[in-house]
T-cell receptor, first 113, second 113 residues
Framework: AQSVTQLGSHVSVSEGALVLLRCNYS??????LFWYVQYPNQGLQLLLK??????LVKGINGFEAEFKKSETSFHLTKPSAHMSDAAEYFC???????????FGKGTHLIIQP | NAGVTQTPKFQVLKTGQSMTLQCAQD?????MSWYRQDPGMGLRLIHY???????DQGEVPNGYNVSRSTTEDFPLRLLSAAPSQTSVYFC????????????FGAGSRLTVL
């Protein structure tokens, strides 16, 4: 079985500041990990995914995430926040089998001008 | 390309009524799934299908039925709606099960009175 914990249901940063969204996972097998973004009234879009090829994964819109097995973490970062980054962010894990992704509860990112 | 199309976008039902949420994809994806999204709960898997004629239950299947008669369509049926089924429903597909990226529909917002 697998699970994901996202720390902080709401994160607020100033425009231009570092964005850090935290995700810790639990999986009984080597995991595949994903970050998705959801803009208001839209479906989810993939930001990036980890499939064991490289521990530092670069995604769209300047986001990246680092897989740390020792910490069971997959935190999402962006060096400089932009107003357009305001959205809901979901971390998800696929631990094997065909039973789909397990999503975290989401983190709402607020960008202060 | 249309991607994943969900209809209707909005629906209001009375308790005990039945309805079907439609999902169609034009990408020849074998894997399709239904999630529900509730505030503070993230996305939870309802049912999934790894190919035509094959369906299975996810994390929260009670009160929902699915079928997969064609590769393209994966309808979700509520036989007797309950207020607890008020939610936003997302259909998602991928080429196969496993570490493939899910393509999400725009969502269907259902309110049960």
């Amino acid at each position: 079985a697998q699970s994901v914990t996202q720390l902080g249901s709401h994160v607020s940063v100033s425009e231009g500041a570092l964005v850090l969204l935290r995700c810790n996972y639990s999986s009984s097998v080597p995991p595949y990990l994903f970050w998705y973004v959801q803009y208001p009234n839209q479906g989810l879009q993939l930001l990036l995914k980890y499939t064991s090829a490289a521990t530092l994964v670069k995604g769209i819109n300047g986001f990246e995430a680092e897989f740390k097995k020792s910490e069971t973490s997959f935190h999402l970062t962006k060096p400089s926040a932009h107003m357009s980054d305001a959205a809901e962010y979901f971390c998800a894990v696929l631990g094997g089998g065909a039973d789909g992704l397990t999503f975290g509860k989401g983190t709402h990112l607020i960008i202060q001008p | 390309n249309a991607g994943v199309t969900q209809t209707p976008k909005f629906q209001v039902l009375k308790t005990g009524q039945s309805m079907t949420l439609q999902c169609a994809q034009d990408m020849n994806h074998e894997y399709m799934s239904w999630y529900r999204q509730d505030p503070g709960m993230g996305l939870r898997l309802i049912h999934y299908s790894v190919g035509a004629g094959i369906t299975d239950q996810g994390e929260v299947p009670n009160g929902y039925n699915v079928s997969r008669s064609t590769t393209e369509d994966f309808p979700l049926r509520l036989l007797s709606a309950a207020p607890s089924q008020t939610s936003v429903y997302f259909c998602a597909s991928s080429p196969t099960s496993g570490a493939n990226v899910l393509t999400f529909g725009a969502g269907s917002r259902l309110t049960v009175l």
